[in-house]
């Protein structure tokens, strides 16, 4: 293995060889489960017909992933810290790929459901450990510059991942999963000969297995009940299951506020702030996720779009996001996050309430092309601000954990809203197939959708009091604007000091 130009403090210097190789590896890491979340809901409607599923066979195939990605996100960071955050990232890419594998192979609905459960394992292995390399990796004058190039090249990846995996579903919805595997084998390469092992040796030798364990307790009884409410003779399933998930949640809240080394600190949640960005993040993530699953399905099923246009349907969305986040971040910190935090939302809502207009006769220029801008333009207002926001809410120490805390809440968010949505708006059984049943369907739920983000914009209004930086106990060590965020399947995870990283247990 070559040596790299190390500053004195042991960190990588942008534009040398082995820097570029870190970035490489945690540019491909995240991509591979950012794209695979996303690709997956192209690949529903020829996954449905394929293994002849229901609408609830296709909710937990999106669910599945999430559920254990949300449930163990945390928990991820925290193994990085203690036992090497290259090696936690590498088993995860492992995992990931090996999951993989049984998805594209699966013979049958419940099958491809158990794998997608075990790729979210490895998902939330990788996640953290991305940014957390970087994090550990780089000099502290470098850091904020590697994690630019690092969105900005993620970015890039997910501009091309709508095309790509567009493609790879007119060929075979099997090959969106089996290409995940020679893209693993260039990680774990790469990761073995390139990127340096670190850890936190002051990191808690106690895990908090107890509270992830009831967080996965009681988003799956929770999410099965909801899911259960669209079948026939569903109700009493739905409120044994849905009372069994609330009950394990409660009993999370309470062991955390008990526990010395708890998963989620409560002291986060005692600035009003904190817990106001996170209901933001709970009403519009929620939105998101029912609306990125239908969307893709009404265009298929109703318009009669390919796979490979209804993928890139809301490519400019990326692209918004991609030229404007870290500009509007900047004006963030200006006037404060509450105007943005209030406008956004609402322009988004107005862009799903176009969609409306999306129908058999759609095509995309005319009826889709001016609901995405307007959708990416509410987006683009939104997202930076809102994770300036949960950082700045945070003293530094607890940084890493909080923005894990609402990647975990954005993900809970999406999983809930594609298992009640769909049931509300009537989308069951096989009326994803009917396009008269589907159109119908799709209607309530934009209408559902663009009144969860009104609700967003309502609670940002009432609740965001604080300008960014007024009572912040501890200075940001990375300019906020340099946390651009360009997917839009969950906010920016932030990295900090080598010893407090995403995911981290308080120490």
Do not use: K
């Not at 690709?39 to 293994?51: F, K, M, S």
């Not at 265009?299 to 009669?304: F, M």
């Not at 209408?447 to 501890?474: D, F, K, Q, Y």
């Amino acid at each position: 293995m070559g040596r790299a130009a190390v500053a004195p403090d042991g960190g990588l210097r942008m534009g040398t060889p082995r820097a570029r190789w870190v970035l490489l590896t945690t540019v491909l890491g995240s991509g591979l489960a950012f794209l695979d979340a996303t690709v997956v809901n192209v690949a529903l409607e020829r996954i449905g017909t394929d293994l002849d599923a229901g609408f609830s066979g296709l909710q937990w195939t999106v669910n599945a992933y999430t559920l254990t990605l949300a449930s163990l996100i945390l928990m991820g960071g925290s193994l990085g810290d203690r036992f090497g955050r290259r090696r936690v990232f590498v088993v995860g890419v492992v995992w990931f790929a090996g999951a993989s594998l049984l998805c594209g192979l699966a013979p049958d609905v419940r099958t491809l459901i158990a794998a997608r459960a075990l790729q979210g394992v490895g998902g939330a292995l990788l996640t953290p450990g991305s940014l957390a390399i970087i994090s550990a990796s780089f000099h502290g004058s470098d850091r904020a510059a590697a994690v630019g190039a690092w969105s900005g090249l993620g970015g890039v990846a997910g501009a091309i991942g709508p095309f790509l995996g567009g493609w790879l579903v007119e060929w075979s919805w099997r090959a969106v999963f089996l290409v995940n595997l020679p893209l693993a084998v260039v990680i774990v390469a790469v990761a073995a000969r390139h990127v340096p092992e670190s850890r936190d040796p002051e990191a808690t030798q106690r895990l908090d297995w107890a509270g992830t364990g009831l967080v996965a307790a009681g988003l799956g009884c929770l999410t099965y009940g909801l899911t259960a409410a669209g079948e026939p003779g569903g109700g009493a399933a739905y409120l044994a299951w849905g009372a069994a998930g609330v009950v394990a949640l409660v009993a999370f809240a309470l062991a955390q506020r008990r526990s010395t080394n708890p998963l989620v600190p409560p002291a986060l949640f005692r600035d009003p702030q904190f817990s106001a960005a996170n209901a933001v993040t709970l009403l519009v993530y929620a939105a998101l996720g029912a609306l990125f699953v239908l969307l893709v399905l009404q265009l298929q099923v109703v318009s009669g779009f390919s796979p490979l246009l209804a993928g890139t349907a809301l490519l400019p969305v990326t692209v918004l996001m991609l030229v404007f986040s870290a500009r509007v971040g900047a004006m963030a910190q200006r006037i404060g996050p509450r105007p943005l935090l209030t406008a956004g939302p609402l322009v988004a809502a107005a862009g799903v309430l176009l969609m409306l207009r999306i129908g058999p006769d759609a095509s995309y220029v005319p009826d889709v092309l001016p609901a995405a801008v307007l959708f990416g333009a509410g987006l683009t207002l939104l997202v930076a601000p809102l994770t300036a926001t949960v950082l700045d809410s945070a003293a530094d120490r607890y940084a890493g954990v909080a923005s894990g805390v609402n990647n975990a809440v954005a993900r809970a968010a999406g999983l809930l809203a594609v298992a009640v949505v769909p049931v509300a708006a009537g989308i069951t059984g096989d009326a994803y197939t009917d396009p008269t049943a589907l159109g119908a369907g799709f209607r309530t739920a934009m209408l559902i959708c663009a009144g969860l983000l009104v609700a967003g914009s309502l609670t940002a209004a009432v609740l965001v009091r604080r300008p960014l930086g007024a009572g912040r106990p501890e200075p940001a060590r990375i300019p906020l604007e340099e946390c651009v965020h360009c997917g839009v399947t969950g906010p920016q995870l932030y990295p900090q000091e080598p010893a407090t990283t995403a995911g981290e247990a308080p120490r």
